[in-house]
């Protein structure tokens, strides 16, 4: 009997760690108001009744699972568009010999599974420290887009169900909806600068708009409560309006002023 919580506790530290890393590139550029190739990240560790049922079907002794199966740690990175996963892709390739070792990668995109499947995945070696000393454990990045990750986490939980047997009919249905997911990709894609556009719009409208509300609060902190009725007046106008650029010019008017008195302070 293996004693798998001793073992899978480093797996769950590396997908904890490579999370949180992939977590703060996203969170970088969305401070610098820049485009993220990252939507999301989720990660896993398999289940130990999967891991046993791998190891049987590629008969995988019991003393070579932690250097035969390499998606024990898993993570998982969701793009809005088929090429920001090359653009993750690049950001991965860039880390190889630093935190991380690249073994190889599988591109399900070109080369889409029979099922239908697709996502780029790279198959990793990542150091980990233990009270042990240091661990060097696999772990599987998949990158994909959302209309895959839509279509994968309905298919994974079919096939669950069925144990891969999935009926003919149904296995008919999923490929054409695998061709629905593709498709959607690429009208998204056709729309895409659009799209980014748009949101980065709303981005900088909501950082205006916080700012904005900020400091008219720090205008009363510090007791200039004419000032701020003023420009809270103005606020409430100019929202009525929903003209970006007069809202951003009050915002630096607000700004300026809260500046000036607190350098005098
Ligand atoms: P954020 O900053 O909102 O992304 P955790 O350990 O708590 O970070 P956990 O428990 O593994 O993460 O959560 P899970 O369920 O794996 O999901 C990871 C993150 O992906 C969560 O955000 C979810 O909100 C987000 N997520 C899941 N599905 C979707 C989706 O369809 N669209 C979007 N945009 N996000 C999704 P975080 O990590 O809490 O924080
Ligand atoms: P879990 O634990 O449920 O997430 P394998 O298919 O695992 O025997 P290999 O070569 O080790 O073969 O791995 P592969 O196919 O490169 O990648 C394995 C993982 O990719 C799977 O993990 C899925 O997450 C995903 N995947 C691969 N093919 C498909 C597919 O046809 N449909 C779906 N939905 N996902 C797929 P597991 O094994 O499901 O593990």
New binding site residues.
């Given amino acids: 009997m293996r004693q798998w919580k001793k073992i899978l506790i480093t797996y769950e530290q590396a997908v904890e760690e490579l999370?949180v890393k992939f977590?703060a590139i996203r969170s970088e550029l969305r401070l610098m108001n820049e485009y993220s190739p990252i939507?999301?990240?989720?990660?896993r560790v398999k289940r130990v009744s999967s891991i046993i049922e791998k190891a049987k079907k590629y008969e995988i002794a019991d003393h070579e699972i932690e250097e035969k199966i390499e998606d024990i740690a898993g993570i998982r990175i969701m793009c809005q568009f088929v090429d920001d996963i090359y653009k993750v892709l690049e950001l991965i390739r860039e880390r190889d010999g630093k935190d991380l070792k690249i073994q190889y990668e599988k591109d399900y995109i070109k080369n889409q599974k029979e099922s239908g499947y697709r996502s780029y995945h790279v198959i990793i070696k990542y150091p980990i420290q233990t009270a042990f000393g240091q661990k060097e454990i696999f772990a599987e990045i998949q990158i994909r887009t959302l209309a895959m990750n839509f279509w994968a986490t309905i298919e994974h939980s079919i096939n669950y169900k069925y144990k891969k047997n999935i009926p003919k009919k149904i296995k008919e249905r999923l490929k054409k909806s695998a061709e629905a997911a593709h498709q959607l990709d690429e009208e998204m894609w056709q729309i895409r600068d659009e799209v980014i556009n748009a949101q980065k719009l709303f981005e900088v409208k909501s950082d205006t708009v916080s700012s904005v509300v900020n400091n008219i609060q720090m205008l009363r902190v510090i007791g200039k409560d004419v000032e701020a009725d003023q420009f809270q007046k103005e606020f409430d106008d100019t929202w009525d309006i929903g003209n970006f650029m007069e809202l951003k010019k009050l915002g630096d008017r607000i700004k300026y002023i809260v500046d000036k008195y607190q350098a005098f302070e």
């Fill in positions: 999370k977590k939507e999301f990240i989720t990660g």
